[in-house]
């Protein structure tokens, strides 16, 4: 791929720096579906950020013209940023966790192999509406990275998100984030790219979201860290609440009195103009007054870029030839390869023996078959468990028929792994790399397991009748 800046990215940091400037990227991360977006954001930078070379990391496989996203804009591809084991990365994260994983690497590719003196990272659905002057300033005056919090204010009006849900999801959001080619910065982004590696996905039970909830350690990693507390920036569903936004005669906005830099038009619906946010149920269209005509042109930008044909775009790592990965495949592959990679290939071979591979515990009875995928599905289902008790015969047996009929519309999994005719056809032994789950009461007294062996066995007994 030819160099965007015409010359090697040396040659020109050289160049620059005898000129006293600084070279900067703006990039973004997408997979297909998100195209219009991307586009949508690179067409407002080029607009007021003429100077700054810019980038789209693609989580997908490229279709059509890389030139559809504007006139300069690179395109890189996320498995070609040199990932250790990326395809196990697209196996254990769904769309949006891969997504925001890959993030770290894209900074490092941009300071380290490209030699950008900084390097932003905005999401596709901002808009860049005024200069990032401010985030130059803290740069240029020896910032090792920016930051925005999610709020500034509390929020405790008894309406989602509220201070609660904010921290669950990050202190930060990572929807913006800027990063200068010094050490302390590059140090902690190999950190965080060392994280997402294996704990990038959305659990925030077990405080995991993202990539967000581990740049919560970023003023503590980073003594050089600048928390970017200016109100135009970064505004969104999150923080609206607390900011006072006001037209201008110019068409420009100010927020609490200053300029509106960008805007996060998180969690629109195509087909609800008038929806602030999915992800809130505090703001109504009613409730943005003066900001409505802004989310009117945003949305006329994304149709005029194609946001109606991105709907039905499908992801090249939503399946492994040909078989689809539901959320359940996701996370049984992380449960069983917590912390590194199966060392099988993972194609529909190796998803087909880590779905229908036989339970330890004793739950295939009266020719049904029991497989780790299923019993996944129950364990992490409270309703399921309630409804279908594996302590008895017939609850086993409603369960197998309940994941016959529903589970693969429910998590949109392939009859292969679903339909027990079909298990029985492909009947594969235990992965020998797999970490072994715990088998229930491990380490009891012997008359304890007896007396629940035989607990079990009554209940069977009972159910028969």
């Known amino acids: 791929m030819p160099d965007p800046r015409g010359q090697s990215a040396a040659r020109q940091e050289l160049d620059l720096q005898a000129e006293g400037m600084s070279s900067r990227a703006i990039f973004t991360i997408i997979s297909n579906n998100y195209s219009a977006y991307a586009t949508t954001l690179m067409a407002s930078v080029r607009e007021v950020e003429p100077d700054c070379d810019t980038f789209v990391c693609l989580v997908d496989e490229e279709i059509g013209d890389p030139a559809r996203f504007g006139e300069g804009v690179t395109v890189v591809r996320a498995v070609d940023l040199g990932i250790d084991q990326f395809q196990d990365m697209a196996l254990r994260y769904d769309v949006m966790e891969l997504n925001t994983s890959v993030k770290p690497f894209m900074f490092l590719h941009l300071l380290e192999k490209e030699g950008y003196d900084q390097a932003i990272y905005m999401d596709p659905d901002t808009w860049l509406i005024e200069r990032l002057a401010d985030v130059d300033d803290r740069i240029a005056t020896g910032a090792s990275a920016v930051l925005t919090p999610h709020l500034l204010a509390p929020l405790e009006d008894a309406l989602m998100p509220d201070d609660h849900a904010i921290l669950k999801s990050g202190v930060y959001n990572l929807g913006f984030a800027a990063f200068s080619n010094k050490a302390e910065a590059r140090d902690f982004l190999k950190w965080w790219s060392h994280k997402l590696r294996f704990q990038g996905q959305s659990d925030i039970p077990n405080n995991l979201f993202t990539d967000q909830r581990w740049c919560d350690m970023a003023p503590c990693f980073m003594e050089k860290l600048a928390i970017l507390r200016h109100p135009g920036h970064n505004v969104a569903y999150w923080n609206l609440a607390n900011r006072q936004v006001r037209a201008l005669p110019n068409g420009t906005f100010e927020v609490d009195g200053h300029p509106l830099v960008f805007f996060h038009f998180s969690g629109l619906v195509r087909s609800e103009p008038k929806l602030v946010s999915k992800h809130q149920n505090r703001l109504q269209w009613q409730d943005l007054g003066s900001l409505q005509p802004l989310f009117q042109s ?38 069983l390869y917590p912390d590194r990679q199966a060392m099988a290939e993972l194609d529909r071979d190796f998803l087909l023996r880590l779905c229908n591979q036989p339970v330890q515990q004793d739950l295939s009875r009266d020719g049904l078959i029991m497989t780790e995928l299923m019993l996944h599905v129950h364990e992490s289902r409270p309703d399921l468990q309630a409804a279908f008790p594996f302590g008895t015969l017939r609850g086993i047996k409603a369960y197998v028929r309940w994941f016959e009929q529903t589970a693969g519309r429910e998590y949109g999994l392939d009859e292969a792994v679903t339909q027990q005719a079909q298990i029985a056809g492909h009947r594969h032994s235990r992965l020998s790399d797999a970490a072994v789950p715990p088998v229930p009461n491990a380490g009891r007294s012997r008359p304890y397991r007896l007396w629940r062996k035989w607990r079990k066995s009554f209940l069977n007994f009972q159910a028969r009748f």
Do not use: F, M, V
């Open 298 to 335: 945003y949305r006329a930008a994304l149709e005029s870029h194609g946001w109606a044909s991105d709907q039905a775009r499908s992801y090249a790592y939503g399946t492994r030839n040909g078989l689809k990965i539901g959320a359940p495949i996701r996370s049984l592959y992380r449960k």
